[in-house]
Protein backbone atom coordinates (compact mmCIF):
# COMPACT_ATOMS: atom_id res chain seq x y z
CA UNK A 1 0.00 0.00 0.00
CA UNK A 2 0.95 3.83 -0.72
CA UNK A 3 2.89 5.22 1.70
CA UNK A 4 1.24 7.75 2.63
CA UNK A 5 -1.29 4.83 4.35
CA UNK A 6 1.72 3.56 6.33
CA UNK A 7 2.70 6.27 8.10
CA UNK A 8 1.56 7.00 11.91
CA UNK A 9 -0.37 9.91 11.14
CA UNK A 10 -2.22 11.50 14.34
CA UNK A 11 -5.80 12.55 14.26
CA UNK A 12 -7.71 14.47 16.45
CA UNK A 13 -11.47 14.11 17.11
CA UNK A 14 -13.63 16.70 19.54
CA UNK A 15 -16.67 18.53 19.15
CA UNK A 16 -16.77 22.01 18.04
CA UNK A 17 -15.17 24.53 21.09
CA UNK A 18 -13.45 21.84 22.75
CA UNK A 19 -10.33 23.04 21.79
CA UNK A 20 -8.84 20.48 19.63
CA UNK A 21 -7.20 22.92 17.68
CA UNK A 22 -4.93 23.81 20.04
CA UNK A 23 -4.33 20.10 21.07
CA UNK A 24 -3.31 19.33 17.33
CA UNK A 25 -1.29 22.61 17.38
CA UNK A 26 0.69 20.94 20.35
CA UNK A 27 0.81 17.70 18.62
CA UNK A 28 2.66 18.72 15.72
CA UNK A 29 5.33 20.90 17.43
CA UNK A 30 5.82 17.41 19.48
CA UNK A 31 6.39 15.35 16.40
CA UNK A 32 8.54 17.91 14.05
CA UNK A 33 10.41 19.15 16.90
CA UNK A 34 9.30 22.70 16.82
CA UNK A 35 8.16 24.61 20.48
CA UNK A 36 6.91 28.17 19.14
CA UNK A 37 4.15 29.44 21.42
CA UNK A 38 1.11 28.68 19.80
CA UNK A 39 -0.79 30.92 17.90
CA UNK A 40 -4.04 32.03 19.90
CA UNK A 41 -6.45 34.76 18.99
CA UNK A 42 -7.92 37.56 21.48
CA UNK A 43 -10.78 35.38 21.73
CA UNK A 44 -9.05 32.69 23.00
CA UNK A 45 -9.14 30.09 19.34
CA UNK A 46 -6.02 28.69 17.97
CA UNK A 47 -6.71 27.61 14.81
CA UNK A 48 -3.30 26.66 13.20
CA UNK A 49 -2.90 22.85 11.92
CA UNK A 50 -4.71 22.39 8.64
CA UNK A 51 -6.68 25.27 8.45
CA UNK A 52 -5.83 26.83 4.91
CA UNK A 53 -6.53 23.67 2.99
CA UNK A 54 -10.02 22.83 5.19
CA UNK A 55 -10.89 26.57 3.72
CA UNK A 56 -9.49 25.17 0.63
CA UNK A 57 -11.72 22.23 0.62
CA UNK A 58 -8.05 20.25 -0.13
CA UNK A 59 -7.91 18.71 3.53
CA UNK A 60 -8.22 14.65 2.07
CA UNK A 61 -6.89 13.27 4.90
CA UNK A 62 -9.26 14.19 7.24
CA UNK A 63 -12.23 12.34 5.35
CA UNK A 64 -14.27 15.50 6.02
CA UNK A 65 -14.46 17.70 9.14
CA UNK A 66 -18.36 17.73 9.24
CA UNK A 67 -21.21 15.29 9.37
CA UNK A 68 -23.02 17.77 7.16
CA UNK A 69 -20.63 16.95 4.16
CA UNK A 70 -22.07 13.28 3.65
CA UNK A 71 -24.81 14.98 1.72
CA UNK A 72 -22.58 15.80 -0.80
CA UNK A 73 -22.32 12.04 -1.69
CA UNK A 74 -25.12 9.60 -2.70
CA UNK A 75 -23.21 7.00 -0.63
CA UNK A 76 -20.60 6.35 1.93
CA UNK A 77 -18.83 4.18 -0.23
CA UNK A 78 -18.48 6.95 -2.78
CA UNK A 79 -17.78 9.34 -0.05
CA UNK A 80 -14.92 6.86 0.78
CA UNK A 81 -13.70 6.38 -2.07
CA UNK A 82 -13.81 9.97 -2.96
CA UNK A 83 -11.44 11.07 -0.44
CA UNK A 84 -8.94 7.58 -1.39
CA UNK A 85 -8.08 8.81 -4.40
CA UNK A 86 -7.80 12.21 -3.60
CA UNK A 87 -5.36 11.08 -0.73
CA UNK A 88 -3.42 9.05 -3.49
CA UNK A 89 -3.17 11.66 -5.98
CA UNK A 90 -2.47 14.33 -3.94
CA UNK A 91 -0.11 13.29 -1.23
CA UNK A 92 2.44 11.17 -3.47
CA UNK A 93 5.31 13.41 -2.04
CA UNK A 94 4.29 13.35 1.71
CA UNK A 95 7.08 11.32 3.15
CA UNK A 96 6.30 12.30 7.22
CA UNK A 97 3.12 11.63 9.78
CA UNK A 98 0.66 14.09 9.69
CA UNK A 99 -1.61 15.82 12.14
CA UNK A 100 -5.20 15.88 11.30
CA UNK A 101 -8.47 16.98 12.94
CA UNK A 102 -12.41 16.31 12.39
CA UNK A 103 -15.32 16.76 14.07
CA UNK A 104 -16.56 14.11 12.67
CA UNK A 105 -16.92 11.22 14.91
CA UNK A 106 -17.97 8.81 12.49
CA UNK A 107 -14.77 8.82 10.74
CA UNK A 108 -13.02 7.01 13.54
CA UNK A 109 -13.54 3.60 12.18
CA UNK A 110 -12.37 5.24 8.62
CA UNK A 111 -8.85 5.77 10.14
CA UNK A 112 -8.29 2.82 11.62
CA UNK A 113 -9.15 0.90 8.58
CA UNK A 114 -7.00 2.57 6.49
CA UNK A 115 -4.77 4.23 8.28
CA UNK A 116 -3.03 1.02 9.90
CA UNK A 117 -0.55 2.78 12.01
CA UNK A 118 -2.83 5.92 12.99
CA UNK A 119 -3.16 7.66 16.33
CA UNK A 120 -6.40 8.38 17.21
CA UNK A 121 -6.91 11.37 20.33
CA UNK A 122 -10.29 12.42 21.14
CA UNK A 123 -11.12 15.26 23.32
CA UNK A 124 -14.67 13.62 25.56
CA UNK A 125 -17.25 16.63 27.03
CA UNK A 126 -18.82 14.04 28.99
CA UNK A 127 -19.72 15.98 31.93
CA UNK A 128 -23.14 18.74 32.01
CA UNK A 129 -20.02 21.03 32.40
CA UNK A 130 -17.57 20.52 29.69
CA UNK A 131 -20.60 20.31 27.11
CA UNK A 132 -21.70 23.63 28.12
CA UNK A 133 -18.25 25.18 27.92
CA UNK A 134 -17.86 23.19 24.88
CA UNK A 135 -20.95 25.14 23.51
CA UNK A 136 -20.34 28.81 24.73
CA UNK A 137 -16.37 28.84 23.53
CA UNK A 138 -17.81 27.66 19.86
CA UNK A 139 -20.50 30.51 20.06
CA UNK A 140 -18.04 32.79 21.06
CA UNK A 141 -15.24 31.61 19.00
CA UNK A 142 -16.39 31.17 15.81
CA UNK A 143 -19.67 33.48 14.97
CA UNK A 144 -18.89 36.07 16.96
CA UNK A 145 -14.69 36.68 16.39
CA UNK A 146 -14.29 38.82 13.74
CA UNK A 147 -10.60 37.64 13.31
CA UNK A 148 -11.50 33.84 13.63
CA UNK A 149 -9.39 31.88 10.89
CA UNK A 150 -12.40 29.62 10.41
CA UNK A 151 -11.23 26.23 8.85
CA UNK A 152 -14.56 25.49 6.65
CA UNK A 153 -14.56 26.60 2.73
CA UNK A 154 -16.32 30.27 2.05
CA UNK A 155 -19.44 28.32 0.90
CA UNK A 156 -19.82 25.84 3.99
CA UNK A 157 -18.98 29.06 6.12
CA UNK A 158 -21.88 31.18 4.13
CA UNK A 159 -24.59 28.77 4.17
CA UNK A 160 -23.39 28.07 8.60
CA UNK A 161 -24.27 31.42 8.83
CA UNK A 162 -27.28 31.77 6.79
CA UNK A 163 -28.60 28.87 8.94
CA UNK A 164 -27.81 30.43 12.40
CA UNK A 165 -29.31 33.55 11.50
CA UNK A 166 -32.56 31.95 10.63
CA UNK A 167 -32.84 30.08 14.03
CA UNK A 168 -31.78 32.92 15.91
CA UNK A 169 -34.32 35.31 14.72
CA UNK A 170 -36.80 33.98 17.46
CA UNK A 171 -34.22 34.27 20.37
CA UNK A 172 -34.06 38.14 19.46
CA UNK A 173 -36.97 38.68 19.49
CA UNK A 174 -37.36 37.54 22.95
CA UNK A 175 -34.90 40.25 24.12
CA UNK A 176 -35.53 43.25 21.73
CA UNK A 177 -38.72 42.99 19.71
CA UNK A 178 -38.95 42.41 16.11
CA UNK A 179 -37.26 45.57 14.95
CA UNK A 180 -33.78 45.72 13.72
CA UNK A 181 -32.74 41.99 14.24
CA UNK A 182 -31.87 41.74 10.31
CA UNK A 183 -29.56 44.87 10.86
CA UNK A 184 -28.13 43.45 13.97
CA UNK A 185 -27.15 40.18 13.09
CA UNK A 186 -25.81 41.44 10.21
CA UNK A 187 -23.57 43.57 12.06
CA UNK A 188 -22.69 41.13 14.39
CA UNK A 189 -18.88 42.14 15.48
CA UNK A 190 -20.37 45.93 16.33
CA UNK A 191 -19.80 45.82 20.45
CA UNK A 192 -23.05 47.71 20.88
CA UNK A 193 -24.92 43.89 19.74
CA UNK A 194 -22.18 41.89 20.96
CA UNK A 195 -23.90 40.86 24.20
CA UNK A 196 -27.61 40.49 23.14
CA UNK A 197 -26.48 38.48 19.91
CA UNK A 198 -24.26 36.20 22.16
CA UNK A 199 -26.89 35.68 24.90
CA UNK A 200 -29.22 35.06 22.22
CA UNK A 201 -27.23 33.23 19.97
CA UNK A 202 -25.98 30.40 23.53
CA UNK A 203 -29.80 30.33 23.83
CA UNK A 204 -30.63 29.06 20.24
CA UNK A 205 -27.86 26.27 20.06
CA UNK A 206 -28.98 25.20 23.62
CA UNK A 207 -32.23 24.63 22.23
CA UNK A 208 -31.10 22.83 18.95
CA UNK A 209 -28.34 20.70 21.35
CA UNK A 210 -31.85 20.29 24.06
CA UNK A 211 -29.70 21.63 26.84
CA UNK A 212 -31.81 24.68 27.78
CA UNK A 213 -32.32 23.02 31.59
CA UNK A 214 -28.82 23.27 31.82
CA UNK A 215 -28.96 27.08 32.83
CA UNK A 216 -32.66 27.92 32.75
CA UNK A 217 -35.30 26.60 35.47
CA UNK A 218 -37.18 24.65 33.16
CA UNK A 219 -38.64 20.86 32.52
CA UNK A 220 -36.29 18.92 30.38
CA UNK A 221 -38.38 17.55 27.96
CA UNK A 222 -35.87 17.32 25.45
CA UNK A 223 -33.44 14.92 24.75
CA UNK A 224 -29.73 16.27 25.19
CA UNK A 225 -28.17 15.51 21.67
CA UNK A 226 -24.48 17.27 22.34
CA UNK A 227 -22.73 13.96 22.14
CA UNK A 228 -24.64 12.21 19.36
CA UNK A 229 -23.45 12.61 15.78
CA UNK A 230 -26.03 14.62 14.03
CA UNK A 231 -26.68 14.31 10.37
CA UNK A 232 -28.29 16.99 8.59
CA UNK A 233 -31.84 17.05 6.97
CA UNK A 234 -33.74 15.27 3.92
CA UNK A 235 -34.83 18.63 2.99
CA UNK A 236 -34.23 22.03 4.10
CA UNK A 237 -36.42 22.97 7.66
CA UNK A 238 -36.62 19.73 8.67
CA UNK A 239 -35.29 18.41 11.79
CA UNK A 240 -31.95 16.95 11.93
CA UNK A 241 -31.54 13.23 12.25
CA UNK A 242 -29.84 12.02 15.50
CA UNK A 243 -27.32 9.29 15.05
CA UNK A 244 -25.43 7.03 17.55
CA UNK A 245 -23.63 8.48 20.67
CA UNK A 246 -20.20 9.75 19.94
CA UNK A 247 -18.71 6.86 22.61
CA UNK A 248 -19.97 4.24 19.83
CA UNK A 249 -17.14 4.80 18.09
CA UNK A 250 -14.38 4.99 20.57
CA UNK A 251 -12.32 1.89 21.62
CA UNK A 252 -9.30 0.78 23.69
CA UNK A 253 -6.91 2.13 21.02
CA UNK A 254 -8.35 5.63 20.99
CA UNK A 255 -6.30 8.33 23.42
CA UNK A 256 -9.12 10.09 25.57
CA UNK A 257 -8.66 13.37 26.79
CA UNK A 258 -11.36 14.96 29.09
CA UNK A 259 -12.62 18.36 28.16
CA UNK A 260 -12.29 19.40 31.82
CA UNK A 261 -8.40 19.30 32.01
CA UNK A 262 -8.85 22.81 30.77
CA UNK A 263 -11.30 23.97 33.30
CA UNK A 264 -9.24 22.54 36.11
CA UNK A 265 -5.68 23.59 34.75
CA UNK A 266 -4.63 20.05 34.67
CA UNK A 267 -1.58 19.94 33.33
CA UNK A 268 -0.83 16.32 34.33
CA UNK A 269 -3.78 14.65 32.28
CA UNK A 270 -2.60 16.87 29.42
CA UNK A 271 1.27 15.84 29.58
CA UNK A 272 -0.11 11.70 30.05
CA UNK A 273 -2.27 12.00 27.58
CA UNK A 274 0.31 13.53 24.97
CA UNK A 275 2.83 10.71 26.02
CA UNK A 276 0.37 8.58 24.74
CA UNK A 277 -0.26 10.03 21.74
CA UNK A 278 3.16 10.09 20.96
CA UNK A 279 3.79 6.46 22.11
CA UNK A 280 7.05 7.96 24.17
CA UNK A 281 8.29 9.69 27.56
CA UNK A 282 8.52 13.42 26.54
CA UNK A 283 11.58 15.29 27.37
CA UNK A 284 11.93 17.90 30.02
CA UNK A 285 12.00 20.58 27.15
CA UNK A 286 9.19 19.03 25.58
CA UNK A 287 6.97 18.95 28.99
CA UNK A 288 7.99 22.35 29.23
CA UNK A 289 6.52 23.19 25.99
CA UNK A 290 3.05 21.65 26.97
CA UNK A 291 3.09 22.89 30.37
CA UNK A 292 3.52 26.72 28.91
CA UNK A 293 1.50 26.38 26.00
CA UNK A 294 -1.88 24.87 28.16
CA UNK A 295 -0.48 27.92 30.44
CA UNK A 296 -0.40 30.48 27.30
CA UNK A 297 -3.72 28.97 25.99
CA UNK A 298 -6.04 29.20 29.36
CA UNK A 299 -5.04 32.16 30.07
CA UNK A 300 -6.33 33.78 26.84
CA UNK A 301 -9.99 32.12 27.39
CA UNK A 302 -12.73 33.81 29.68
CA UNK A 303 -11.93 32.68 33.08
CA UNK A 304 -15.62 32.99 34.52
CA UNK A 305 -16.78 30.70 31.36
CA UNK A 306 -13.88 28.04 32.48
CA UNK A 307 -14.91 27.77 35.97
CA UNK A 308 -18.36 27.77 35.90
CA UNK A 309 -20.24 28.09 32.42
CA UNK A 310 -23.33 28.53 33.97
CA UNK A 311 -22.45 32.10 36.08
CA UNK A 312 -21.17 32.98 32.54
CA UNK A 313 -24.73 32.33 31.07
CA UNK A 314 -26.49 34.43 34.06
CA UNK A 315 -24.09 37.08 34.33
CA UNK A 316 -24.48 37.70 30.11
CA UNK A 317 -28.45 37.10 30.82
CA UNK A 318 -28.10 39.87 33.36
CA UNK A 319 -25.94 42.20 31.23
CA UNK A 320 -28.72 42.30 28.23
CA UNK A 321 -31.53 42.30 30.59
CA UNK A 322 -29.86 45.74 32.14
CA UNK A 323 -29.83 47.06 28.95
CA UNK A 324 -33.09 46.02 27.42
Not at 13 to 34: E, Q, R, T, Y
Not at 94 to 104: A, G
Not at 118 to 130: M, P
Not at 232 to 240: E, L, R, S, T
Request: net charge negative; with cysteine.
Amino acid sequence: METIFNLDHIFIVFNPGSGGNFIAGIANSLINASFDSPLISSAGSSHTVKTDNKAAGTDFLSFGTLTEEHTLFPTADARINYYLENIRNNYTSVTTPQVVWTHDFTNIPIYKRFFKNARILVITTHTDRECLTSLIMNTLKTLLDEQANIPLTKQHWENAVSRWKEHCVPEMKKLVGSSNIDQMLSDRFNPVYRDTIALASIRTFLRYYGMVSLVEDVNNTERMVFNNVLYPPDKQGAPYKIGESIYSYLDQDCVILPYSYLSDNDDTVLLDRMTALIQRELTEEEQGFVKTSLYKYRLAQNQTLLEDPRKFYNDLKSKVNNKT
